[in-house]
């Protein structure tokens, strides 16, 4: 399944890397998310956009950074990560709100590892 | 206390067993519900929606009381492609969907 892409699908960086993940989704849809899913914890939403305009932000640390040029493409920028992000960063997107649907489709994630 | 619950597993049934999963969920206002399923390092998949006066699809069954908040999700006859962890997923207000801890669930033949 091509729905929702992500890059790249592994990676590992050092505290003072500076490193982009990059979503992007096939889907015709208007809103997309970021969720990091660490190891026996539940799926946290970081951010939220909808029609390009970032419309939720979880309280996340400024060390990531969202964009979102387009309804397609979505990123997330990271800069001097500490060894506790260290997990499965997952990103979504659907129809959106008020478009019919709420159902999410998931991208296969990055598996970050921060040394 | 935690937002979304869920029965904290893991579930290890035979084939053809039937099997329930619980979860609770502490906003009132909730609007929506949903069961995804994820396979072991897979991403997340729907499953199901939840509506308000239960829904069928196959094999499973959901169920919401919004009075107790409260959401179930029935599987009969489980297959080993059952396999998996189930999320159960709560849309507390606009576009912030909670996500429980999940339940693992094994069928073994």
């Known amino acids: 399944e091509t729905g929702v892409t992500q890059t790249p699908r592994h990676l590992v960086m050092g505290m003072t890397n500076k490193k982009s993940l990059k979503c992007e989704q096939h889907?015709?849809?208007?809103?997309m998310y970021w969720y990091k899913q660490s190891a026996k914890k539940p799926l946290e939403l970081m951010f939220v956009y909808n029609f390009k305009e970032q419309t939720e932000n979880n309280s996340v640390p400024s060390r990531f950074s969202p964009e979102c040029p387009n309804s397609s493409h979505l990123f997330l920028h990271l800069h001097t990560l500490q060894p506790e992000d260290s997990a499965l960063y997952l990103c979504?997107?659907?129809?959106?709100?008020?478009?019919?649907?709420?159902?999410?489709?998931f991208g296969p994630g990055t598996r970050l590892l921060v040394l | 206390r935690k937002e979304v619950e869920q029965d904290p597993g893991p579930f290890n049934v035979p084939e053809g067993a039937t099997v329930a999963f619980n979860c609770t969920y502490s906003n009132s206002a909730s609007q929506s519900f949903f069961w995804y399923r994820q396979d072991c390092r897979k991403e997340p998949k729907l499953l199901m929606s939840v509506y308000s006066s239960g829904n069928e699809d196959g094999r499973f069954t959901a169920q919401l009381n919004r009075a107790s908040q409260y959401i179930s999700l029935l599987i009969r006859d489980s297959k080993l492609s059952d396999s998996a962890t189930y999320l159960c997923?709560?849309?507390?207000?606009?576009?912030?969907?909670?996500f429980g801890p999940g339940t693992r669930l094994s069928v073994l033949p």
């Open positions: 979504a997107s659907s129809q959106g709100p008020g478009q019919g649907g709420e159902t999410q489709y």
């Open positions: 997923v709560v849309n507390d207000y606009g576009q912030n969907f909670v």
């Open positions: 889907l015709g849809h208007n809103a």
